[in-house]
């Protein structure tokens, strides 16, 4: 069948046939149609031609600003100087950091254990819990800030951190599980077999045997919740009020420069600049793994 | 492989399928009992809070009114607007995202010089705030300094002179357009994790039948890509119709782009209105979750597909 089929190729490629005369794109072309790099270079322009201007309007003040200047003529750090005078920005960062984290590793930990026996376990009901999970993080979010807004004022957690981590919670960790899940599918069922053979409880075969070997799988669910949880800002913006409490999201959008003669478009821009930077370092370091992420699961077959 | 086959392969360990249920069990149970407490209590009390009306004057005084804050959020004009916004956005910006996510995936892959850069050029925006992409696209139509405005401006084209965010509509086109910008890399991720496991003899024998590139891909890729595209489409949707952050920051709801989320939290937080925002947020959530249903209806065999896959 192969052979015949090569034979076909072999023939077509050979022959002047008229189709022949335009460049298939196929895999394994290695120089792409004129149109398409047109495409090719329309994408990069779109993803990053935003991300110029967001800079060039970041390094304007004054009269520049409101010039639209393609270029800044006069380039200037005044912006980010406004933002690191602004100890709110300070405090914003430290308080999304500390949710990020908090909130990663406690959902980690829970979503490990369950994600394990839903993924390897014998177990009953098992797709009626992953669609009940999976469903919770298509929840909205105004769902669980509104009752959660009148709850915190009563017991006073209203505007503190633990208040905003509780919360969050509710989405960290189906997402957590739901990403966890399919990468313990992908650990061969083997390895659990010969513990037990050696002698090992189940739990001990997690721990020992497949904890283990989930490392990479852990690390790629630990950055997509901490990119989520470091996103949100439904909850964030309902549940706190002051800066002591309010994460990096609320704080940009309620940024106002603190100076009376400037606009605050350029302060906002290079405060978002500022914000962006360790992101982007993430993503460049962590591509591989966020894709994989990101398509965990999803999409098999 | 069938999960009778793998059960047929599996060694024989007696006993140890008691010991794995029980262990199941506990390893589940914290999850569940603290999503339980995250997600269903709250939901519970909202429920309960939408079914009072509380004194703005008074804190912790109340009266139980039924259903009155529902029939007054569903007899007045604003939650319909904002349900229509919503729905508007959600239906702009998915289809959009769908294409130009294809469009993207088709591109990456390819195998060319320069693939890696675009791979990471295209993922940028996916990693950063949404209230940042809202500020970015903010300063791209502001009316003087924005790049769109001035370009439009500079080549005597109309929309130039424009207030982007202050008319309705044209708010809305800034808010679809900073969701895509954000999203469609996410779309394109998912789309080509479906390409790349598409044959390439499926391809082959295409081109000996005399397919051409276009018909190739109407015929076969699309199809092929049928599961991933829908599963791109239910998690955008979900997504898109909780839309709150862009909003929020581009208009504050003004001019048109008011979100169901929006209108909730504005009862909520800005007018103080326990009970009103609670049905509201009631009413937001039934919606999602019946956009959701309905999903699973229609897409069901596809989500079958993909699950039993899983298993």
């Known amino acids: 069948m192969s052979t015949v089929l090569e034979e076909r190729r072999a023939a077509v490629q050979a022959g002047p046939g008229p189709r022949r005369t335009g460049k298939?794109?196929?895999?394994?072309?290695?120089?792409?149609?004129?149109?398409?790099?047109?495409?090719?270079?329309?994408?990069?322009?779109?993803?990053?031609?935003?991300?110029?201007?967001?800079?060039?309007?970041?390094?304007?003040?004054?009269?520049?600003l409101g010039a639209g200047e393609l270029f800044p003529s006069q380039p200037t750090l005044d912006n980010y100087f406004v933002v690191f005078r602004n100890p709110d920005f300070f405090l914003a960062l430290r308080n999304s950091v500390i949710i990020a984290v908090v909130t990663t590793a406690v959902a980690l930990v829970f979503a490990s254990f369950a994600a394990y026996a839903l993924a390897r376990l014998k177990m009953k009901r098992k797709a009626l819990l992953l669609t009940l999970i999976l469903s919770v993080t298509t929840f909205p979010a105004i769902a669980i800030a509104a009752p959660m807004f009148s709850i915190w004022r009563e017991i006073g957690l209203y505007d503190t951190l633990i208040g905003l981590i509780i919360p969050k919670l509710t989405f960290a960790l189906p997402l957590a599980i739901y990403t966890?899940?399919?990468?313990?599918?992908?650990?061969?069922?083997?390895?659990?077999?010969?513990?037990?053979?050696?002698?090992?409880?189940?739990?001990?075969?997690?721990?020992?045997?497949?904890?283990?070997?989930?490392?990479?799988?852990?690390?790629?669910?630990?950055?997509?919740?901490?990119?989520?949880?470091?996103?949100?800002?439904?909850?964030?913006?309902?549940?706190?009020?002051?800066?002591?409490?309010?994460?990096?999201?609320?704080?940009?959008?309620?940024?106002?420069?603190?100076?009376?003669?400037?606009?605050?478009?350029?302060a906002i821009s290079a405060a978002s600049v500022l914000i962006t930077i360790p992101l982007v370092i993430l993503v460049l370091v962590c591509q591989k793994r966020i894709v994989a992420g990101m398509t965990a699961g999803a999409v098999k077959g | 492989m069938t999960s009778a086959q793998k059960l047929a392969e599996r060694p024989r360990t007696f006993g140890y399928d008691r010991a794995e249920r029980r262990l199941a069990v506990r390893m589940v149970a914290p999850s569940l009992i603290l999503m339980f407490l995250v997600a269903a209590v709250p939901i519970g009390y909202a429920v309960w809070l939408s079914l009072h009306q509380f004194s703005v004057r008074q804190a912790g005084l109340s009266r139980f009114v039924g259903l009155d804050n529902y029939l007054d959020a569903l007899s007045s004009g604003a939650w319909w607007s904002a349900f229509g916004q919503t729905f508007t956005f959600a239906a702009a910006s998915v289809s959009l995202e769908l294409v130009l996510g294809t469009a993207m995936a088709l591109l990456l892959n390819m195998t060319f010089r320069g693939r890696g850069l675009l791979r990471t050029l295209v993922l940028l925006p996916y990693a950063i705030?949404?209230?940042?992409?809202?500020?970015?696209?903010?300063?791209?139509?502001?009316?003087?300094?924005?790049?769109?405005?001035?370009?439009?401006?500079?080549?005597?084209?109309?929309?130039?002179?424009?207030?982007?965010?202050?008319?309705?509509?044209?708010?809305?086109?800034?808010?679809?357009?900073?969701?895509?910008?954000?999203?469609?890399?996410?779309?394109?991720?998912?789309?080509?994790?479906?390409?790349?496991?598409?044959?390439?003899?499926?391809?082959?024998?295409?081109?000996?039948?005399?397919?051409?590139?276009?018909?190739?891909?109407?015929?076969?890729?699309?199809?092929?890509?049928?599961?991933?595209?829908?599963?791109?489409?239910?998690?955008?949707?979900?997504?898109?119709?909780?839309?709150?952050?862009?909003?929020?920051?581009?208009?504050?709801?003004?001019?048109?782009?008011?979100?169901?989320?929006?209108?909730?939290?504005?009862?909520?937080?800005?007018?103080?209105?326990?009970?009103?925002?609670?049905?509201?947020?009631?009413?937001?959530?039934?919606?999602?979750?019946?956009?959701?249903?309905?999903?699973?209806?229609?897409?069901?065999?596809?989500?079958?597909?993909?699950?039993?896959?899983?298993?």
């Open chain 1, 24 to 64: 298939p794109l196929r895999r394994g072309e290695s120089r792409l149609h004129p149109v398409t790099w047109i495409f090719v270079l329309a994408v990069m322009a779109f993803s990053l031609v935003p991300f110029y201007w967001l800079i060039n309007t970041s390094l304007k003040a004054g009269e520049s």
């Open chain 2, 129 to 311: 705030l949404t209230v940042v992409s809202a500020i970015t696209w903010q300063t791209m139509f502001e009316p003087t300094l924005g790049l769109v405005t001035t370009v439009l401006r500079g080549l005597g084209l109309p929309g130039g002179d424009i207030v982007w965010l202050g008319e309705s509509g044209y708010a809305m086109a800034v808010i679809v357009l900073a969701d895509v910008w954000k999203t469609a890399p996410f779309v394109a991720l998912l789309v080509l994790a479906g390409l790349q496991v598409i044959p390439d003899e499926v391809y082959e024998a295409a081109e000996l039948d005399g397919s051409t590139k276009w018909t190739t891909f109407i015929n076969i890729t699309l199809p092929l890509l049928k599961p991933a595209i829908v599963l791109a489409a239910i998690f955008r949707t979900m997504d898109a119709l909780r839309v709150f952050d862009l909003p929020f920051v581009l208009t504050r709801g003004a001019n048109g782009t008011e979100s169901m989320s929006m209108l909730a939290y504005t009862e909520l937080r800005e007018n103080r209105l326990v009970g009103e925002g609670s049905a509201l947020s009631i009413l937001t959530f039934l919606t999602v979750m019946a956009v959701s249903v309905i999903y699973i209806r229609f897409a069901g065999g596809n989500i079958r597909a993909a699950a039993q896959e899983k298993q």
């Open chain 1, 180 to 266: 966890l899940t399919s990468f313990f599918r992908e650990i061969p069922k083997e390895l659990e077999e010969s513990a037990y053979i050696d002698g090992a409880s189940p739990f001990l075969a997690f721990r020992k045997v497949i904890l283990p070997l989930a490392v990479p799988g852990l690390a790629t669910t630990a950055i997509l919740v901490f990119i989520s949880v470091w996103n949100e800002f439904l909850l964030a913006v309902t549940l706190t009020t002051s800066p002591e409490s309010r994460p990096v999201p609320v704080a940009i959008a309620f940024f106002n420069g603190t100076s009376e003669y400037d606009q605050p478009i350029g």
